[in-house]
Structure formats: structure tokens, C-alpha cells
């Protein structure tokens, strides 16, 4: 079981906005660890798509976006596109576990 | 560029040792930690734990102390993962995943490797 919960599914039509939430507690993102996010289409590996908190990787389109406050981050995905369809995860450290965490994960639909 | 590249998928019987290869080529292999994870058929993201690929050292999550074991080659640039008595539901797939050098993030993934387990 997951120490950071994400909504199993969002969706949206092109062209809209859609967010992903990502809720963390006190010993993760609450004790400053950063907030990670990944993409990953129908049978590929993960991809880094954010990484400290709002950063983009060279080659991930800027309609990407992730943000974090307190013990809770997310990522935007603005002008969605079919190409989009995937799934995301969240990722940090976890001081309790001593471990790297991810996220559930969500399942982006476009409509 | 960087890259890290699996072996192949094997069907095994229960009980046969597995030992899942991830050869990493373009970049300094000592420089940077190799992790692993693991994802069940239709399920999420694990962390299983990474190596210290300039000492050898592994470090272990919980949960998976005991059937698993990190162990590298650096003389090839090659990180293994071997499962010891793998059950039907280790039928998983294993990434490794390049441990970032600035930010606790995965930045290169391989790209899987299926372990199927049947008898």
C-alpha cells in the first residue's frame, strides 16, 4: 500500500486542462522532499516527465506543469492531446520507510 | 546517449533461479546508482531498492530482503537482479532505473524485463 495517493483515473476532451493530485503526509513531501513525476504509455518503461517538484526535462513539452504544498503536489497537463493517454506516477522519499515511494498512479483518459 | 538495456523475458518454473541483466552504456557506469522496480501486471510502481555501483554495496526495501539480490559487473557496466526461488507471483516486470546524481529521481529506465513464472 502506497504512502502517497493519486485519483485512479482522470479524463478530459483535447484542447482542456486536466490535474492530477498526488497526497503525501508528514514524512515525505511535509519534511521537504521533493515531489517526482513519471509518464508511462501502454507497454513502455517509465518516463520522467518532472522532476524536483517543477522542473522539465529537455524534449517534455512545457504543457506539462507540477507544483507541491505542504504534503500534497501536482501535476497540469494543459491543451491535452490523445497522445497524452497514459499513466502517471508520483514519486519521493519517504523518512519513516527509508525508502523511495510512488504514487497509486492515473490513469489519463482523453475523450 | 545514455542507455540501459535488459535481457530478454525467460519462462521459468517455480523454485529456478532468475537472473535479469541491465547493461548500461553511455555514461560513466560508477558514477551514478542503479536501482530496481518492480510492476505487477495492471499494477503500479515499486521501489525495490538500489546499489552503490562504486562499492557494490545494495541496499534492500523492505519487503524485499532475502529472495533478491543486487550484484554488479562493472568490468561489463552491468547491474544484475536474481531472484532466487521465484513464485507464480513474481510474474512481474523489473525495470532498472538510473538513480539521478542532483535529486533523489530515476532519469534513464531500462526497458523491462517480463519474468514469467509457471510451471
Known amino acids: 500500500q502506497s504512502v502517497l495517493t493519486q485519483p485512479p483515473s482522470v479524463s478530459g476532451a483535447p484542447g482542456q486542462r486536466v490535474t492530477i493530485s498526488c497526497t503525501g503526509s508528514s514524512s515525505n513531501f511535509g519534511s521537504g522532499y521533493d515531489v517526482h513525476w513519471y509518464q508511462q504509455l501502454p507497454g513502455t518503461a517509465p518516463k520522467v516527465l518532472i522532476y524536483g517538484n517543477n522542473n522539465r526535462p529537455s524534449g517534455v513539452p512545457d504543457r506539462f506543469s507540477g507544483s507541491k504544498s505542504g504534503t500534497s503536489a501536482s501535476l497540469a497537463i494543459t491543451g491535452l492531446q490523445t497522445e497524452d493517454e497514459a499513466d502517471y506516477y508520483c514519486q519521493s522519499y519517504d523518512s519513516t520507510l527509508g525508502a523511495y515511494v510512488f504514487g497509486t498512479g492515473t490513469k489519463v483518459t482523453v475523450l | ?119
Open chain 2, 1 to 119: 546517449q545514455v542507455q540501459l538495456v535488459q535481457s530478454v523475458s525467460e519462462l521459468k518454473k517455480p523454485g529456478a533461479p532468475v537472473k535479469v541483466s541491465c547493461k548500461a552504456s553511455g555514461y560513466t557506469f560508477t558514477n551514478y546508482a542503479m536501482n530496481w522496480v518492480r510492476q505487477a501486471p495492471g499494477q503500479g510502481l515499486e521501489w525495490m531498492g538500489w546499489i552503490n555501483t562504486n562499492t557494490g554495496n545494495p541496499t534492500y526495501a523492505q519487503g524485499f530482503k532475502g529472495q533478491f539480490v543486487f550484484s554488479l559487473d562493472t568490468s561489463v557496466n552491468t547491474a544484475y537482479l536474481q531472484i532466487s526461488s521465484p513464485e507464480a507471483e513474481d510474474t512481474v516486470v523489473y525495470y532498472c532505473a538510473r538513480g539521478h546524481d542532483q535529486g533523489a529521481y530515476f532519469d534513464y529506465w531500462g526497458q523491462g524485463t517480463l519474468v514469467p513464472v509457471s510451471s
